[in-house]
């Protein structure tokens, strides 16, 4: 079993949309949990992070953390084709005093204008 | 400010043939990481060097080297290239305590033949 797993989609939604983006995760030792946004043949880049559990709210994202499920979701809202990307989930936690980060393997998402 | 930049873009190698990727950061970066990306298997570490003078292996590290320059610069080499390391390499950079905060490059995309 993957420590996090994340469904590859692909996802199609129509603009103005609101997006679920989910991965669920086996390792309960895991503090940070990350979004990363990748746009075709360029590198990854941080949307957000949360630290342990909760919401965290930026502009039209909201990041949800439930440890309890071991179970992390991210939301969009008004979904414009710009959004259209590959979105990887990531988390890490600390292994013999380096903070190890395990990403997800990526849910393409396709805005459809 | 160039943030993390990788050289070449795109490179083919046939079997056997050796190769050094190069990586540079100008955020003053104590971390660095270099990843592999292949289809269905997400981003896995290769290796990562968590300050100037330091390197250890990540999850994929056979068939690789690693050598920390100085502060800005960590390159990744092939000694024996095989087809099995076709893949998207991506530099990746942090903080000492940030690797839930990491700036990845635009990739190099390598194809053994």
């Known amino acids: 079993q993957k420590e996090v797993e994340q469904d590859p989609g692909p996802l199609s939604v129509p603009e103005g949309a609101i997006v679920s983006l989910n991965c669920t995760y086996s390792?309960?030792?895991?503090?940070?949990f990350m979004w990363y946004r990748q746009y075709s043949r360029k590198g990854p880049e941080l949307l957000m992070y949360?630290?342990?559990?909760g919401n965290k709210e930026d502009g039209r994202f909201t990041a949800q953390v439930d440890k309890s499920s071991k179970y992390i979701s991210l939301f969009i809202r008004d979904s414009q084709p710009s959004d259209s990307a590959t979105y990887l989930c990531a988390m890490s936690a600390i292994n013999r005093g380096y903070q190890k980060v395990t990403f997800g393997t990526g849910t393409k998402l396709q805005v459809i204008p | 400010n160039a943030g993390v930049t990788q050289t070449p873009k795109f490179q083919v190698l046939k079997t056997g043939q050796s190769m050094t990727l190069q990586c540079a950061q100008d955020m003053n970066h104590n971390s660095m990481y270099w990843y592999r990306q292949d289809p269905g298997m997400g981003l896995r570490l290769i290796y990562y060097s968590a300050s100037e003078g330091t390197t250890d292996k990540g999850e994929v590290p056979n068939g690789y080297n690693v050598s920390r320059l100085n502060k800005r610069e960590f390159s990744l080499r092939l000694e024996s290239a095989a087809p099995s390391q076709t893949s998207v390499y991506f530099c990746?950079?942090?903080?000492?305590?940030?690797?839930?905060?990491?700036?990845f490059g635009p990739g190099t995309r390598l194809t053994v033949l």
């Open positions: 990746a950079s942090s903080t000492l305590a940030g690797a839930h905060e990491q700036f």
């Open positions: 949360t630290y342990s559990s």
């Open positions: 390792n309960s030792a895991f503090q940070y």
